[in-house]
């Protein structure tokens, strides 16, 4: 197997040193009841020697639950001022707060969610009942993750 890990390393556009340093596992699916419930494992499995190597893997895990998607929740002030405008409110914080606590506080929303990609605003602003949006995420099973772009604007 490790020969077929150096083969794939060599033949892969990959440029970065680190990447073709990390030791690549090829597995094959443990049965063949697993191949006919398309169920299998994965097939390749990154180790890394890295202090959060554990942590990506059950963020990625979490993040790739089936049955489970990502919710985009990362509109900017101004389109999500758009947003309440069509029902008649005012672009304010408080109605933004308002807002995105009706989304990240839907019952049940961890079954069918498994990430939210939230506005910076977002990040540090708390619920109308006061808990921070984010352990909300976390206590539905949710990976917060932040947009880091300024959009188009240099």
């Known amino acids: 197997m490790a020969s077929s890990s150096a083969t794939l390393l060599k033949a892969s556009p990959v440029k970065s040193d680190w990447v073709k340093g990390q030791s690549l596992l090829i597995r094959q699916p443990s049965s063949v009841a697993a191949i006919r419930s398309h169920v299998a494992p994965s097939a390749l499995t990154v180790r890394a020697a890295?202090?959060?190597a554990d942590e990506l893997v059950k963020t990625a895990k979490t993040i790739a639950s089936p049955g489970r998607g990502i919710l985009a929740m990362d509109e900017s002030n101004a389109?999500?001022?758009k947003r309440l405008a069509s029902i008649g409110l005012e672009n304010t914080e408080a109605n933004r707060q308002a807002y995105r606590t009706l989304l990240?506080?839907?019952?049940g929303l961890g079954q069918?969610?498994?990430g939210a990609i939230l506005f910076e605003e977002t990040l540090y602003q708390?619920?109308?009942d006061g808990k921070k949006m984010v352990d909300v995420l976390v206590e539905q099973n949710i990976v917060p993750g932040i947009?880091?772009?300024k959009g188009l604007v240099p």
């Open 50 to 52: 890295s202090a959060y």
């Open 79 to 81: 389109t999500c001022g």
């Open 104 to 107: 990240v506080s839907a019952p």
């Open 112 to 114: 069918y969610i498994s």
């Open 126 to 128: 708390s619920t109308v």
């Open 147 to 149: 947009k880091v772009d």
